[in-house]
Nanobody, 115 residues
Framework: QVQLVESGGGLVQAGGSLRLSCVAS???????MGWYRQAPGKERELVAA???????NYADSVKGRFSISRDNAKNTVYLQMNSLKSEDPAVYYC??????????WGQGTQVTVSS
């Protein structure tokens, strides 16, 4: 497993932007990386994923607004969030996954959007 630490959350006005970062304790080269979010009273949902090969997958609700990227040299994955909406507030979690291994999760970072 790998330890993950998210940062970059905070309070932003609707229409604004935030960039979340997730730093891993070791190389993320072998992992598919993802960002998930969980709002109060709701299940955790996938926001964006990025495979080792560079394939991305986004939730329909964030397509065109959010972008996931990774810097393997820095053991870091990012989530650029633009045009934030009132439905985006949640705790955002970073995850590292690989077939045959249990998924590693970060502790989460809170995103709040004010109208």
């Amino acid at each position: 497993q790998v330890q993950l630490v998210e940062s970059g959350g905070g309070l932003v006005q609707a229409g604004g932007s935030l960039r979340l970062s997730c730093v891993a304790s070791s190389s993320i080269f072998i992992f598919s990386m993802g960002w998930y979010r969980q709002a109060p009273g709701k299940e955790r949902e996938l926001v964006a994923a990025l495979t080792r090969g560079g394939t991305t997958n986004y939730a329909d609700s964030v397509k065109g607004r959010f972008s996931i990227s990774r810097d393997n040299a820095k053991n870091t994955v990012y989530l650029q969030m633009n045009s934030l909406k009132s439905e985006d507030p949640a705790v955002y979690y970073c995850a590292a996954s690989r077939v045959g291994l249990s998924t590693s999760w970060g502790q989460g970072t809170q995103v709040t959007v004010s109208s």
